[in-house]
Nanobody, 121 residues
C-alpha cells in the first residue's frame, strides 16, 4: 500500500555534493516524519537525519553542518542535501517514513529500497 522510492545516489569525489530524494506514495493518510538512515559495510544502520511534517529536524553528530534535510509536504517527498562529503559517508542510504495509512489509526514505519552513495577519488 505504501512505497518509498529513493533517487539521487551515485559516485562523488570527497568534498563534493549530492542530493537524495525520496517520494512516498500509496494510501497515505498522513506523514508524521520522514528521514534518512545509512548503512555501511559491516556496520549497523544508523540515523542520518529526520524531519517532521512541521519542520523539526534531527541530525547525527557526524553530519551536522554538512547535510541538510528538507521536505515538500505536498509531494510527500523528503530530500537530503549532502555537502562536503567524506569517504566515511559511503553507505547505502535508506529513506524512512513514519506515517498513517488510510483506513488505519496507527502509525507505522516504512523503508525505501536504498540508494548507494560512494565518496571516493
Amino acid at each position: 500500500q505504501v512505497q518509498l522510492v529513493e533517487s539521487g545516489g551515485g559516485l562523488v569525489q570527497p568534498g563534493g555534493s549530492l542530493r537524495l530524494s525520496c517520494a512516498a506514495s500509496g494510501t497515505i493518510f498522513s506523514i508524521y516524519a520522514m528521514g534518512w538512515y545509512h548503512q555501511a559495510p559491516g556496520k549497523q544502520r544508523e540515523l542520518v537525519a529526520t524531519i517532521t511534517r512541521g519542520g523539526s529536524t534531527n541530525y547525527a553528530d557526524s553530519v551536522k553542518g554538512r547535510f541538510t534535510i528538507s521536505r515538500d509536504n505536498a509531494k510527500n517527498t523528503v530530500y537530503l542535501q549532502m555537502n562536503s562529503l567524506k569517504p566515511e559517508d559511503t553507505a547505502v542510504y535508506y529513506c524512512y517514513a513514519r506515517l498513517k495509512v488510510a483506513g488505519w489509526g496507527t502509525n507505522a514505519d516504512y523503508w525505501g529500497q536504498g540508494t548507494q552513495v560512494t565518496v571516493s577519488s
